[in-house]
């Protein structure tokens, strides 16, 4: 089994589960146990600032979306760049943390580039890669610009769609490079 961890793993246009459709999910651990990643591209109307004095015992402002990361319930966790702060690494550069103290001490900072994120995606062990077999998932190198976007997160699908694409029409020509328009060829 290839792990897919620092993977993206993209819904295809026939998962329609709601929560899932159009999602693109960064795999944050996959192996022979199972599958967990986050959903990257579905915000929530929550921002951060709704936990405090909630979930943190310490009072603060930050008008940060919170991201709903899916339907399995989980710890609040955050995707960050503070190596120091970090629980794992997920890809090169970027980190998750899980432990409370850490997640509202990098919350305090007001870190970014950050995602705050509550809940998870998860999948027992084979359920993931039978979900691939029917054609549910795409899958995709993750890369800190997939994960820390300036754009609009609703565009994220089609944008990663799109390099799935262009990646498999290099392949099936036979290209190392895919000039970036091909029309104009």
Known sequence: MNSLKGQLVIATPQLDTPIFSRSVILMLDHGEDGAMGVILNHPMNVVVTDLSGRIFDEEFV???ALCLGGPVTGPLMVL?????MADQQVIPGVYCTMEATKVQEIISRKSEPSLVI???S???PDQLESEFETDSWLTLPAQIAHIFREEDDKELWK?????????KLSEFLGLRELPADPTMN
Do not use: C, P
Not at 80 to 84: L, Q
Not at 159 to 167: F, G, I, K, L
């Open 62 to 64: 930050w008008d940060k």
């Open 80 to 84: 960050h760049t503070i190596e120091a």
């Open 118 to 120: 509550a809940n998870y």
């Open 122 to 124: 998860g999948w027992g």
């Open 159 to 167: 944008a990663v769609v799109s390099e799935v694409n262009t990646q």
